[in-house]
């Protein structure tokens, strides 16, 4: 028995190979249905990574932003730490201060009981002065009472200073104690002034130095009389070698006569106020 072969096809309309393909487009829908879902989900997933990465990362910088505030509240608090102890040692060494002076202040309040004790002492005896004033000027109708060490004439006091001064410094320091430098106005005013003026200078209260003629220190004006000037006195002497101007301001001499001097130069000087009643 032979095997015949033959080229004629055959009928194989019935076999699977020869089905009718199927539609391109229906795959790639397939394919594409097939992704959509993983490829959405990745997308979702990448989306929602960024906008954690981005929430991360303002979070970091809020974090970041609230150490550098606790790192300042932490050095403003040590700072005020120190501050408080630099105080309380202030405060400490003020208490050991005011310990310590508590001995030396009551001292202080002892000292002074004993100069108001010394005021009062100081009152009786001008009061006794006044009296021995009265006694000695015979009851005289208007003698008042002086501050001690002050001579008491008629209606007026008189101090004679036992320090130096120039001029203008004897004018402001009898301003200062309810006086004036000394106006000679009566011939019984040069005489008991004269017989303290014996043996040192002392500023009057007389000068040419603001208007260029002579006048008294409450300005009225001076009436010269040669008499009671020294030989050639007033000369506005111009060598005195002690700055500019001539000699402005009067003194009296050894003997109680007047002579001009520079104002700036040191001398004794004769406060002269009223007497008070008491
Ligand atoms: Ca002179």
Known sequence: MTTEYHDEPEDDSSSFWNKDPVPLSISTAYRFRRWLFPGLTSAVILVLIIIMAASSARTFNQLWSLKTNAANLSESLSAAQQLTKDTAKDVHRLKFAVEGNQDQLTSVSEALKQLSTLDAIGR????????????????????GCCPLEWETFETSCYLFSKTPLSWDRARDWCNGHESHLVILNTDKEWDFVAQYATGTFFWVGLSD?????????????????????????????????????????????FDGRL????????????????????
């Not at 009786?124 to 003698?143: E, H, I, Y």
């Not at 002579?259 to 008491?278: A, E, G, K, M, P």
């Open 259 to 278: 002579n001009d001097l520079h104002c700036s130069t040191r001398l004794r000087y004769i406060c002269q106020r009223h007497s008070q009643r008491n």
């Open 209 to 253: 130095e603001r208007t260029g003629k002579w006048e008294w220190v409450n300005q009225t004006p001076y009436v010269m009389n040669r008499r009671r000037w020294k030989p050639g006195q007033p000369d506005s002497w111009t060598g005195h070698g002690l700055g500019p101007g001539d000699e402005d301001c009067a003194h009296l001499h």
């Open 124 to 143: 009786t005896v001008a009061t006794l002065k006044c009296s021995l004033d009265r006694f000695m000027n015979n009851g005289t109708v208007g003698v």
